[in-house]
């Protein structure tokens, strides 16, 4: 593409791991890709599954990586979506889990919600609520509100806890699907209670996620993701199934476990996504005045990934309620593996990102 051609009607959505970046690598061809697309005004943004961090200090991870300027309106993660339950539990309490220690509290605090605790909270003053707390004790003690600390987290650890969100991929898995069954068998989401007429939770009084439990929310869908290692390696997603079969077991297969799911390839994902591109395009085209596609709508966006479940799938099933037409490209250089039969068929299939691009820039003339 020749440097300041101008190309309208088409914009990007870009997975990151495994189509931009293989762990702190940058893939071939992917900063030249971008570096061309701003050269052409053509508006794209970021949209992973990833998180545990603000969206300002990813994209400015993601700057430094690539080299190259980039904005936060640019910038969709797996937990963006959060933002939108500020208005109903930021006054609450809630359980945020996933992630590293202090840092999923900050970037809780960060979105708006002012009463965070992490499992290091609960597991700091509770000697038996993990039984194989060996491998993680200095961990809570680090990152934990102290229990003779009269902290806000402490003070919290009395008050029900309205909702759970899971920010990141979980690092110990056994503590918060101790952590989440406890609570979802609690009464009124109260840490060390059961609900049920024996108390022991088997027999729940209203049926199962009933008396006030909380609330679970999910923001990534991803049961596997690609990192330097030879084969993908578990997320998110797999903590989730994991979930999906205690609570099987603890139901009888009597109630689903209910929670809500943010992160490609969920429709809320998309929605948040394509209105944060049309806000991105609009500020372009402002900043930029004639330069820009300024006045010229965007027409089609294409979701380029590695993933077919979450990528693919996403883009595939994503019903634009503002008229635009969403498009994939599978590429090869992560999670998918060239040759096999994706889950879900791409609408165009590239080795690398620098082909899916042009690929998609020849399409749309
Ligand atoms: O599921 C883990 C996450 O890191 C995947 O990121 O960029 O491939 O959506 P991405
Ligand atoms: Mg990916």
Not at 137 to 153: K, L, N
Request: aromatic fraction near 8%.
């Amino acid at each position: 593409m020749a440097a300041n051609e101008k190309r309208t009607g088409v914009a990007f959505a870009f997975d990151i791991d495994g189509v931009l970046l293989k762990g702190p690598k940058v893939l071939p061809g992917a900063r030249e890709t971008i570096k061309a697309l701003q050269e052409n005004n053509i508006p794209f943004i970021f949209l992973t599954n990833n998180g545990g961090a603000t969206e300002e200090a990813h994209i400015k991870k993601l700057s430094n990586l690539l080299d190259l300027p980039l904005t936060v309106e640019q910038f969709i993660q797996s937990h963006s979506p959060f933002k939108a339950l500020v208005p109903k539990y930021g006054d609450k309490t809630i359980l945020a889990l996933g992630g590293h220690g202090q840092q999923v509290r900050q970037l809780a605090h960060a979105y708006g919600f002012k009463n965070v605790l992490i499992s290091s909270d609960i597991m700091a003053g509770c000697e038996n609520l993990h039984p194989f707390p060996e491998m993680t004790r200095a961990h809570h003690e680090e990152h934990g509100c102290s229990p003779t600390a009269q902290g806000h987290a402490q003070a919290l650890l009395t008050t029900p806890i309205a909702a759970i969100l899971m920010w990141t991929s979980p690092r110990d898995w056994c503590l918060d699907l101790q952590l989440i069954r406890d609570l979802l068998l609690s009464e009124g989401g109260r840490i060390g209670t059961r609900s049920g007429k024996n108390g022991d939770g088997a027999l729940p009084r209203h049926g199962f996620q009933q008396d006030g439990q909380p609330a679970l929310f999910f923001s990534n869908p991803d049961v596997e993701w690609v990192t330097p290692y030879a084969f993908p390696r578990l997320a998110q997603g797999a903590f989730r199934e994991a979930l999906k079969a205690i609570w099987a077991h603890d139901t009888d297969g009597r109630a689903e476990l209910q929670y809500t799911l943010y992160g490609k390839p969920s429709t809320t994902t998309y929605e948040y996504a394509e209105q944060a591109l049309l806000d991105y395009h609009g500020s372009m085209s402002k900043e930029e005045e004639e330069e820009a596609n300024s006045g010229k709508e965007i027409r089609t966006v294409y979701m380029i990934g590695d993933n077919p479940e979450s990528d693919i799938q996403g883009a595939n099933g994503f019903q634009s309620s503002r008229g635009l037409e969403w498009k994939s490209v599978l590429c090869e250089t992560g999670v998918y593996v060239a040759g096999t039969e994706p889950r879900h068929k791409p609408t165009y299939q590239a080795r690398n990102v620098r082909e899916a691009v042009q690929l998609a820039l020849r399409e749309e003339g």
